[in-house]
């Protein structure tokens, strides 16, 4: 991911980089939340929705 990628951008290369894995189930319905959002929600959504993936993420495989 580049310095200037976009929401749509960095949601579609974390979906890439968990890919089907299913610990990862949660979080993944939650970027798609996100994308969804992005499109026809409002950024309050959005921002809920990535802060929620992230959590789960690190919940996941804290680094």
Known sequence: MHATATIEEAVAE???AIG???DY????AALTDASTALVSGTTAEVQ???E???RLIDDTCPI
């Open 20 to 22: 089907d894995d299913p």
């Open 14 to 16: 974390t979906l890439d």
């Open 48 to 50: 809920w929705h990535l």
């Open 52 to 54: 929620r993936a992230l």
């Open 25 to 28: 189930a949660t979080a993944r």
